[in-house]
């Protein structure tokens, strides 16, 4: 019944090396959300996509990468981990068409680099 | 300056006290104001929106909008210690933007 799910929950890893958080949604929404939160609570919207389009791309390092291969679907690739880059990442979706404000998050992805 | 200010907290409260929250902001151009709660561990849940001034009420929790200040306030009443969670402001122009804009989060604990 989970509406909007994350893979893997926690990622321990090294500097350098890459890695993928997938998420996906079951809630029927046509747009999906990456968001990072650091260690001080503040939650950072990274991308969006909806229906498939990139709609949002801050100013985040191109090492970031976001992939939609559907509508229910968003995934996040981070080659060459840093340090900077440990936080607890947040993905989230939610229906156009005058309903954007009510996102619905997963359960995060806490991602640590050693 | 951020465009939306919050105090982080914590905030600490015995049960049944009323914890009073709030955010400023800057851009005079926001008409929707959601307040939304996130437990340890877990992702944020939108608990309240409102649409331009005015209060809204639902249960224990009210949100009040006053434009004209810049100024949002949530307010729980007697509350639970189940009420203990960060509560993070958020606001946009319009319904239907994807860019929300979100206060860093009041981090509250209630002692039962």
């Known amino acids: 019944d989970t509406a909007v799910s994350q893979t893997p929950k926690y990622l321990v890893t090294q500097m350098g090396n890459d890695k993928s958080i997938k998420c996906e949604q079951n809630l029927g929404h046509d747009t999906m959300y990456w968001y990072k939160q650091d260690s001080k609570k503040f939650l950072k919207i990274m991308f969006s996509?909806?229906?498939?389009?990139?709609?949002i791309n801050e100013t985040v390092p191109n090492r970031f990468s976001p992939k939609s291969p559907d509508k229910a679907h968003l995934n996040l690739h981070i080659n060459s981990l840093e340090l900077g880059d440990s936080a607890v990442y947040f993905c989230?979706?939610?229906?156009?068409?005058?309903?954007?404000?009510?996102?619905?998050f997963g359960p995060g992805t806490r991602l640590t680099v050693t | 300056q951020k465009e939306v200010e919050q105090d982080p907290g914590p905030l600490s409260v015995p049960e049944g006290a009323i914890v009073s929250l709030n955010c400023t902001y800057s851009?005079?151009?926001?008409?929707?104001f959601m307040w939304y709660r996130q437990y340890s561990r877990k992702g944020p849940e939108l608990l309240m929106y409102?649409?331009?001034?005015g209060n809204k009420e639902d249960g224990r929790f009210t949100a009040q909008v006053d434009k004209s200040s810049k100024y949002i306030s949530l307010f729980i009443r007697d509350s639970q210690p189940s009420d203990s969670a960060t509560y993070l402001c958020a606001m946009s122009v319009t319904s239907n933007d994807y860019k929300l804009s979100f206060g860093a989060g009041t981090t509250v604990t209630v002692r039962a």
């Open positions: 851009n005079s151009a926001f008409q929707y």
């Open positions: 989230a979706s939610s229906l156009s068409g005058g309903r954007s404000y009510e996102q619905y």
């Open positions: 996509y909806n229906n498939k389009e990139l709609i």
């Open positions: 409102t649409y331009s001034s």
